[in-house]
């Protein structure tokens, strides 16, 4: 919203190249983000699935036990997509500032505060279905990207909220 406010005012055409590349990329990350509550569901129908199976024999123990592993892992990444995109759209609020409308400037931390509530909530279920994952080293890698999106989303929410407490104040 706050880069096409920018985009379609005069007053701020020096601008203009940014918010047309900031449109773009926020479009692309609501699609992207709409398509990772899909991906999540499906991710848990494949444990729903997973459970559902036999388990009589030692054969079915053994075919259900490695299906609710790849379920699982797929119940895992689901989220992480979705964190990775969160951390992405905390990147955009940030570069929103240099928009320089002051008005936005409480929209743009909204987006920021929006961001980091999704990804804090995509984390907790990484790491919820980590706890049955017993592959340790996909556990491990998802774990640091998971914390790595944690980090840097959490330095642009922080810079956007500094900037946003700044404007607030000068207002």
Request: aromatic share 4%; charged share 25%.
């Amino acid at each position: 919203m706050v880069a096409r406010i920018v985009a379609g005012n005069a007053k701020y055409a020096e601008q203009h190249a940014l918010a047309h590349d900031l449109i773009e990329k926020a479009d692309s990350l609501r699609d992207r983000s709409l398509t990772a509550r899909h991906d999540d569901e499906h991710a848990y129908g494949l444990v729903v699935a997973a459970t559902a199976l036999p388990k009589a024999t030692a054969v079915e123990k053994a075919e259900r036990a490695e299906a609710l592993q790849a379920a699982f892992a797929q119940a895992a990444a689901a989220p992480l997509a979705a964190a990775e995109s969160a951390k992405l759209i905390a990147t955009l609020a940030e570069r929103a500032l240099a928009l320089g409308n002051a008005h936005l400037v409480g929209d743009i931390g909204t987006a920021a505060e929006f961001a980091a509530a999704a990804l804090a909530s995509a984390a907790i279920n990484v790491r919820g279905n980590h706890t049955y994952l017993k592959d340790r080293d996909l556990i491990a890698k998802q774990a640091a990207l998971l914390e790595r999106y944690e980090r840097e989303c959490a330095t642009h929410v922080s810079r956007v909220r500094f900037e946003v407490g700044r404007a607030f104040a000068r207002a």
